[in-house]
């Protein structure tokens, strides 16, 4: 029985008109899913009663079952949410100040398998569709963490969204819909290890979120050894993309940098960081190594030594800040996501929770 969950317009019209009913149906029937978050077709009351029946009858509404939460002091909040096609991914909610940012998964493990990341070591199982990457803000919203402001959506969960274009596009205009939760596009941002094809395409969308790129080296000999992507794409192509991305869409963008201790962190590395991002019309996010011990062989810098590479960018004219991790004490932070029985050797460490 098809999903009617994550349906875009088109295909809910294209449902409606097969039926004969008038496909203004569609509107009413996204804003009881996304907007009213009600899923029961029978309570849809501004719909004929024989369409209601028929919806019920003809689908299912499903948008995965939330499994486990797990809250961290700083108020971060990780779900586990079981999917509809099998498989487990986590969400994390990250509260800043007067700021709220739900960090989505858009696949169930991931393909890239970067070097730093656990999720990495998962390897892909497979892409998520948009109900179940529209389904992980449903459940947080359902149980009131995000309270009434505007909230932000980031792809920075499990998985490498630009591998799964189709379906997070799809969620990003879900997600941008005036008849759905109506976020702003800018509100939304996408994360990616850098498919430059893809973020070239995504520069030409109707409906475009802001875009995030990880750098996280200064050259190919070691961006190659840590992110495997960088053989197909390497630093050079990648930059291309990015000033693709600026000529196309006038948007300036985002670089993340994980900081690993004795490996990208030195003199040099903060040179050629300064050199390449001159003049970019983009800012960088310098994101301290979150450890995952037993794990992953990386340690961050020290702290003061993390403050002097922002102030050293920030002498040379690059637009820096350094992102704190939250939740890693849930073992939510970036990087640490992966659900622990799916790896090998799983139970080898203890959650904190
Ligand atoms: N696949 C996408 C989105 C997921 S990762 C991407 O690569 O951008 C989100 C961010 O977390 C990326 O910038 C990634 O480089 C960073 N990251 C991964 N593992 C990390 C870790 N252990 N500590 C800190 N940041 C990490």
Request: hydrophobic letters at 40%.
């Given at each position: 029985m098809a999903n009617l969950y994550g349906l875009d317009r088109e295909s809910l019209a294209q449902y409606l008109a097969d039926l004969g009913a008038p496909t203004y149906h569609a509107d009413q029937i996204r804003r009881w899913l996304y907007?009213?978050?009600?899923?029961?077709?029978?309570?849809?009351?501004?719909?004929?009663k024989s369409l209601r029946a028929r919806l019920a009858s003809d689908h299912r509404v499903d948008r995965?079952?939330?499994?486990d939460t797990a809250t961290a002091t700083d108020g971060t909040v990780k779900y586990a949410i079981d999917m509809v096609l099998g498989g487990r991914v986590e969400c994390v909610l990250m509260r800043q100040r007067d700021r709220v940012t739900l960090c989505v998964s858009s696949q169930v493990g991931c393909a890239l398998a970067c070097d730093f990341c656990l999720t990495g070591r998962m390897g892909l199982v497979r892409h998520l569709e948009v109900g179940e990457i529209v389904g992980q803000i449903s459940w947080a919203q359902d149980r009131g963490d995000l309270g009434e402001r505007p909230f932000n959506v980031v792809?920075?969960?499990?998985?490498?969204p630009l591998h799964n274009y189709d379906a997070v596009l799809a969620a990003v205009r879900l997600l941008t819909d005036p008849n759905g939760?109506?976020?702003?596009?800018?509100?939304i941002t996408v994360s990616t290890a850098g498919l430059a094809p893809a973020i070239e395409r995504m520069a030409r969308e109707p409906v475009r979120p802001h875009l995030a790129v990880?750098?996280?080296?200064?050259?190919d000999e070691l961006r190659s050894r840590l992110m495997p992507i960088n053989r197909r794409y390497p630093i050079e192509r990648l930059l291309e993309a990015c000033s693709v991305w600026w000529r196309e869409t006038g948007e300036r963008h985002t670089f993340e940098y994980v900081l690993l201790g004795g490996l990208n962190d030195s003199a040099a590395d903060v040179d050629r960081l300064s050199t390449m991002l001159r003049g970019r019309p983009a800012k960088l996010n310098l994101i301290p190594f979150n450890p995952v011990p037993g794990w992953l062989p990386y340690q961050a810098p020290d702290r003061s030594r993390v403050i002097a590479i922002r102030d050293t960018l920030l002498d040379r004219g690059v637009a820096v800040s350094i992102r704190w991790s939250r939740g890693a004490e849930a073992r939510a932070a970036c990087g640490q996501l992966a659900v622990l029985s799916e790896l090998s050797g799983a139970g080898t460490i203890e959650e904190s929770q």
């Amino acid at each position: 029985m098809a999903n009617l969950y994550g349906l875009d317009r088109e295909s809910l019209a294209q449902y409606l008109a097969d039926l004969g009913a008038p496909t203004y149906h569609a509107d009413q029937i996204r804003r009881w899913l996304y907007a009213r978050r009600e899923f029961d077709p029978q309570a849809w009351t501004d719909l004929p009663k024989s369409l209601r029946a028929r919806l019920a009858s003809d689908h299912r509404v499903d948008r995965g079952r939330i499994a486990d939460t797990a809250t961290a002091t700083d108020g971060t909040v990780k779900y586990a949410i079981d999917m509809v096609l099998g498989g487990r991914v986590e969400c994390v909610l990250m509260r800043q100040r007067d700021r709220v940012t739900l960090c989505v998964s858009s696949q169930v493990g991931c393909a890239l398998a970067c070097d730093f990341c656990l999720t990495g070591r998962m390897g892909l199982v497979r892409h998520l569709e948009v109900g179940e990457i529209v389904g992980q803000i449903s459940w947080a919203q359902d149980r009131g963490d995000l309270g009434e402001r505007p909230f932000n959506v980031v792809f920075m969960g499990m998985g490498e969204p630009l591998h799964n274009y189709d379906a997070v596009l799809a969620a990003v205009r879900l997600l941008t819909d005036p008849n759905g939760p109506g976020l702003s596009r800018r509100r939304i941002t996408v994360s990616t290890a850098g498919l430059a094809p893809a973020i070239e395409r995504m520069a030409r969308e109707p409906v475009r979120p802001h875009l995030a790129v990880s750098l996280n080296a200064t050259t190919d000999e070691l961006r190659s050894r840590l992110m495997p992507i960088n053989r197909r794409y390497p630093i050079e192509r990648l930059l291309e993309a990015c000033s693709v991305w600026w000529r196309e869409t006038g948007e300036r963008h985002t670089f993340e940098y994980v900081l690993l201790g004795g490996l990208n962190d030195s003199a040099a590395d903060v040179d050629r960081l300064s050199t390449m991002l001159r003049g970019r019309p983009a800012k960088l996010n310098l994101i301290p190594f979150n450890p995952v011990p037993g794990w992953l062989p990386y340690q961050a810098p020290d702290r003061s030594r993390v403050i002097a590479i922002r102030d050293t960018l920030l002498d040379r004219g690059v637009a820096v800040s350094i992102r704190w991790s939250r939740g890693a004490e849930a073992r939510a932070a970036c990087g640490q996501l992966a659900v622990l029985s799916e790896l090998s050797g799983a139970g080898t460490i203890e959650e904190s929770q």
